[in-house]
């Protein structure tokens, strides 16, 4: 090794000690008598000092050393005078006797700190500079750690990591397949999987009944903000089971992650039914960090004069609590939320609970205090509380005051990113009835199993019936999911009846 | 979970409990009153009973079940009265109350068996039938197995394990990339990485002084048995550490590895120059598990009175110990052999040490016996030895002296797949001379550094200089390799000049 230790390791229990250090210069100091430099490496920083009294020539030397200099140095521990009590190896410094640079730098074009001056476009084409800041570092490394993890984890469980081939021939998938000409056979392709699906199936049916990948993916999409060309899933396949097993299984690997990388105790996942989490959030993926769940007020408010509400498919609103002293200017801020295209509602209703008992809201001229105060029960309403409502067809209401409720969330503060709300989503509907088409579509894809209990369903009310299909939800991100895929030869094609395109599905089989 | 129990792990201690299993049908014996079946999973094998007599229709069921159905039973766990000591299940079978197919199955083109009826092409075409075979599977297994221990390993030291990205921007590699169009921009092409090369050299500059990354790497070349256009390797990089600290964690990794895997204990691994390598095995990649080395007699036979010893620039050979009595036929197919094209030489020169004390050569026309038993002392060779002599050019003699010395060894049953003999080969020439184009190439590529001892001979004499460079051989299998790097601007510029091709690669370097 050309170093003895790290920049990261060094403590007071090590002061005498002679030691080689290697890194890159983070900053250096010059006072005068003393000059100062702070030498970092993956590990942590090392405060090094050159006396100009003890070796004059040494501090010329290394007054001239710019940033990001690479150095390995040789010197002794001793303790600071100045500690800094903020970097573990702040009670000490090293009294440089040599140095050799080991490699110059320009100086870099963005400062290496925690909160660069760097603006992303830079950083981007600088990459290999952007990594030697903590923070990107950091989530390298915790991308590392969690792969450890999850690996170990599902190796415990008798789960066998096998490679699938990147070089694969196209399957019919949701999106876009990148494509590799073949040179031994001119005109012909081969696709990049955009899931190992096809082959995780084979192995099932070759009897690997716990398999698992860390696997990279590639779809030739648009990019978004988490959408890429290529990512990385963790793709499990089980045989042999229930829901109940792999809800247990993986909700049991979240678990464990957030314990021994995130030194955070999670209880057992909440598990809410598709029905209630568009019924409470208005969407497939709540961020359940925070309550201000939804209240239906059909009963309440139709038939009691109001014409824009008797005319709507649901009237549907949020209590956010304490906010009743909102001005009209935050107000009209969250009418023009709502308003936005992304957002997709006409306008907002509000009533005001406030402080001193009154009852303030933007329907006054058509409903009685009574008919407000009714509202307000339905909400639990307290003094202070201000009720936000928005009124048309379903789904597009559902999906505004689902957005509306996340805003509130962030105004309020009550989407901490420290803290961590992971949930299972179950109970998905099987089929999807577009209105377009007049047909029935797979919600998640047409080998996805019904609920037993359901199946009769399939040909008397296929939209009634139920999937054994989840999602595992955290903080309002969809972060995992899968389905019990049907084994058995007959249901599938009363599936296939049922999505009215089993020729189709057919002919594409293997 | 479908089941209570794997196929695997049922023992006479589980005697009298009820179980259910699942899993695919192995064989089936109708023995009249009693009918048998063998069960299996990835876990193991458990017999199942079906009695005539207690249950006459569910045996009658049992009956009609083919290989490779897909069966869920329950049953009781009952002591063998035939007890089959080869598998941990033979001590119990079960009693079976009830059955259900989960699956059938058509009759498998080929048998599920560790040695399978089909030929290569059947089982490729039936991959998902044949990877249900055992000796396939502990394939997969071992390989998982071993993947999970040298994250492990290299985690424990520090190593971070990155990912690095699959379409990249084409650099120039050894081999043909293959190629994946964009959309996005007409005419342009990614490339699928023939290693993370490029990466991980930028992880070293960004400061992750240890990466590894257990990886997939494309190269579009022609098929040989142990090349594929898709294959994955360990893929490591170090910073500030010289080649002993390499060699040493590596070594660590590969005796780890066998220790856990493999319950082998490898002993410190031996080193061996790439000079010695040539001399004693005539390659790089030395079979160690038996000795067998060259001897070079030159000084002994030539100006002797046989001209096609005088007239070779290398005479070498083996001691094919206790090999004195090969007949006629074998020598002739031994001279066949050398002669092949493959291997190259054109003749075979014997000397036979008879054990009743006569010597008996292709060459005791030319030579005397006292020469012949000369020649003898060189190989130590004993009474019943047979040596094995080539002359010729140098680097032809040796290729071939080194594919007869491997078939003496498969001959002699020298080669045992149980036995393993790891060893470096080290210290490889920095340069190697092309004669056709009259310059130096680069042996492992221009980016190696020489031993520093050997830096002044860059410019004064190339072919001398040694490089840090080194290759882990097991059993005559190159299984990995590295260099240091320069790290100089200086230096490497000496390198390209010493190369006589500085400008292309100055201008291919990013």
Redesign the interface.
Known sequence: ???TKTCGELRISNKREQVTL???LQRSRDLGGMTFIDL???YGITQLAFNMDTDAALCERARKLGREFVL?IVGNVVERSNKNNKIPTGEIEILVSDFEV??VSKTPPFTIEDKSDGGDELRMKY???D??RTPV?QN??L??HL??EI??YL?RLNF????T???IKSTPEGA?D????S?MNTGEF?A?PQSPQTFKQ??M?????RYFQIV?C?R?EDLRADRQ??F?QIDCEM????QE?ILETFEGLVRHLFKVVKQVDVPPLQRMTYADAMRFYGCDKPDTRFDMTFVELNEVVKGKGAAFFDTAELIIGINAKGCADYTRKQLDELTDFVKRPQVGASGLTYIKFNTDGSVKSSIDKFFSEDVLRAIGQKFDAQSGDLLLILSGETEPMQKALCELRLEMGSRLGLRDPKKFAPLWVVDFPLLEWDKDTARYYAKHHPFTSPKSEDIDKLETSPGDVHANAYDMVINGVEVGGGSIRI??RTLQNRMFQALQHAVMFFIQSP
Not at 178 to 181: D, I
Request: glycine share 4%.
């Open positions: 090794m050309l170093r290697c890194g890159w970092r490496d993956r390995k080991l490699n990459r290999y500079l990594l030697r570092r390298l490394e991308r590392h792969a450890i690996r170990n190796n066998i990591e096998i490679e081939p990147c070089l876009r990148f494509v590799v000409p040179r081969y990049l084979l192995l049916v070759s009897g690997y009944d990279r590639f030739d060309p290529e990385t045989s042999f089971v229930t097993d084994h058995d």
